[in-house]
Antibody
């Protein structure tokens, strides 16, 4: 059974940097899969942030491309999200997920429970 | 890339069927056979219901089905049950952007 778990600070200061990690069990991040980050502002819809492949290739949403970096931690079987210059608009529940099918346009078949990140002024 | 358009809410009685539309354009929904649908209960992570327009993961009930015509994809829920009350999101690939989600639909049973 594939399981994902997000971890990181629940509170980030405005203009600061957020770093979240997603631990994966039941699958290897170096398998032929892509891995994804999605966020959801409280009471609002889902927004795709970006994907990373086991090769290190990444694709990002243009809306955050200038501020985001995704990376892999192969020994820990995890991947991470770094988002700079945080503002109140970045307050959201952040989810990590597995992309099914070995290609970056595939659906998200396993999700972490999500972690709420609040940006404080 | 703008969010795909879904109705804000749909409601029906138990046992009935409902449809949820997801309207995009020729550059996303209409250009790829890659529409997926997700169900999200309050306080929970989304769950994959449909992928590649109409395929269903093995663990998903056959009461959920997907279809597409032109730039509009549709999720149909048959024999509506109380546990189907949730938010539903469509998602598609779009040129240069691997995933764009719909605006979301709240289903009330």
């Amino acid at each position: 059974q594939v399981q994902l778990q997000e971890s990181g600070p629940g509170l980030v200061k405005a203009s600061g940097t957020l770093t979240l990690s997603c631990g994966v069990s039941g699958d290897s991040i170096i398998s032929n899969n892509w891995w994804s980050w999605v966020r959801q502002p409280p009471g609002k819809g889902l927004e795709w942030i970006g994907d990373i492949h086991h090769s290190g290739s990444t694709t990002y949403n243009p809306s955050v491309r200038s501020r985001v970096i995704m990376s892999l931690d192969r020994p820990k079987n995890s991947f991470s999200l770094t988002l700079r210059s945080m503002t109140a608009a970045d307050t959201a529940i952040y989810y990590c997920a597995r992309v099914f099918g070995g290609y970056d346009v595939g659906p998200l078949d396993y999700w972490g429970p999500g972690t709420l990140v609040t940006v404080s002024s | 890339q703008s969010a795909l358009t879904q109705p804000a809410s749909v409601s029906a009685s138990p046992g009935r069927s409902i449809t949820i539309s997801c309207t995009g354009s020729r550059s996303d929904v209409g250009n790829y056979n890659l529409v997926s649908w997700y169900q999200q209960h309050p306080g929970r992570a989304p769950r994959l219901l449909i992928y590649e327009d109409k395929k269903r993961p093995s663990e998903i009930s056959d009461r959920f089905s997907g279809s597409k015509s032109g730039n509009t994809a549709t999720l149909t829920i048959s024999l509506l049950q109380p546990e189907d009350e949730a938010d539903y999101y469509c998602c598609s690939s779009a040129g240069g952007v691997t995933k764009v989600f719909g605006t979301g639909t709240k289903v009330t049973v």
